[in-house]
């Protein structure tokens, strides 16, 4: 037990390093072709971010445990809006982009609601759900580089480093692998885990997972609380969010029939609320402020109350 649990942390630990390692070298690579920096944090450090929930939820597709995708995607986004937004806003005010507010958010909370629609007609994701998930993956990333050349979003706080492209090349293998490897433990060690106690797929994706994989947003945020810049944390969670959704678990369902336990409804629903108390929290100050990240924080220990009592 105390070898899985070992196990679990490595593999959280490599994912972590692994996607810090392959944004950095490929935000290096990027500037060498010149490439505009507010490009690259919009797709690659996006993606980067969602690189751990993407690699141990196709991981566990390839292993046959399907199960853990939903429950560590839908999981995840919880996570980031009440626990790491949540922890953000009680550190300091958030500022939110107005592109954010009446555009982002709302196609955040409208792929949930796509999301709960396709899981609960068949009780799985297919292969063509997966597709019209990919297609609005596409649109989104138009979406940003539309947005990008607008000037209408704030740039990443820090620049790429300009590093020699062997450098680059050398951080984005490395990462990858890491990024690899560690999903591969993270979800050994996790099912495991899970056997030992006697939980279930779900309860272990939306819990243990969940908060393994999102903790490059965790990171990423409360130190740009911390920093002063705090403006991007935000449309960093959102876009994330978006990520997990369409890309994740779009790219799942195109590999195998990703499984939506009835269970699922209630997670996805309350994944939909954390969308809309989002939107509330922002939509008259134009920032997220603390006490509604105060009441994000108690809805979360709420949910995880729902979940151990179930």
Same mark, same amino acid.
């Given at each position: 037990?105390? !070898?899985?649990?070992?196990? @679990?942390?490595?593999? &959280? #630990?490599?994912?972590?390093? *692994?996607a810090?390692?392959?944004v $950095?070298?490929a ?6 072709m010149?490439?505009p ?20 939820s ?5 292993d ?8 560590n ?8 809006i ?12 958030v500022a939110v982009q107005?592109s954010?507010l009446?555009?982002?958010?709302p196609?955040?909370?409208?792929i ?23 297609? !609005?993956?596409?649109l989104? @990333?138009g979406?940003? &580089? #539309?947005m990008?050349?607008? *000037?209408?979003?704030?740039?990443? $706080? ?5 590093l ?5 090349l ?8 890491l990024?690899?490897?560690?999903s591969?433990?993270?979800v050994?060690?996790?099912s ?8 279930s ?10 908060l393994g ?8 945020s409360?130190t740009?609380a ?7 944390a ?7 969010n ?20 009835q269970k699922?409804m ?10 809309v ?24 220990a ?9």
């Amino acid at each position: 037990m105390i !070898l899985q649990v070992f196990i @679990l942390i490595l593999g &959280f #630990v490599m994912l972590v390093k *692994g996607a810090d390692w392959f944004v $950095e070298g490929a935000a290096g690579i990027a500037k060498k072709m010149g490439i505009p920096q507010l490009i690259i944090g919009l797709t690659i450090v996006a993606m980067g971010t969602s690189m751990p929930e993407a690699a141990v939820s196709i991981t566990a597709a390839l292993d046959g445990n399907a199960g853990i995708t939903v429950g560590n995607i839908v999981g995840s986004n919880i996570l980031n809006i009440l626990i790491i937004l949540g922890i953000t806003a009680v550190i300091t005010n958030v500022a939110v982009q107005k592109s954010t507010l009446y555009c982002e958010i709302p196609f955040m909370t409208g792929i949930t609601v796509l999301l709960l629609i396709f899981g609960v007609t068949g009780n799985s994701i297919t292969f063509a759900e997966g597709v019209v998930f990919w297609v !609005l993956f596409l649109l989104f @990333l138009g979406y940003l &580089f #539309v947005m990008a050349k607008r *000037g209408q979003e704030q740039e990443e $706080e820090a620049e790429a480093k300009d590093l020699p492209v062997w450098k680059c090349l050398v951080f984005m293998v490395l990462g990858g692998l890491l990024v690899v490897k560690g999903s591969d433990f993270a979800v050994s060690g996790a099912s495991e885990i899970a056997r030992f106690f006697g939980m279930s797929d779900r309860l272990i994706g939306l819990t243990i997972v969940a908060l393994g994989t999102s903790l490059p947003e965790l990171v990423t945020s409360v130190t740009a609380a911390r920093k002063g810049n705090a403006g991007i944390a935000i449309g960093n969670i959102v876009g994330s969010n978006i990520f997990n959704i369409l890309f994740v678990i779009g790219t799942t369902a195109l590999i195998c029939v990703v499984p939506f336990e009835q269970k699922f409804m209630i997670d996805t629903g309350i994944a939909i609320l954390c969308g809309v108390l989002l939107w509330l929290g922002t939509v008259k100050h134009k920032e997220l402020r603390r006490p509604c990240g105060i009441v994000m924080l108690v809805c979360y220990a709420g949910y995880l109350g729902y979940l151990l009592a179930v």
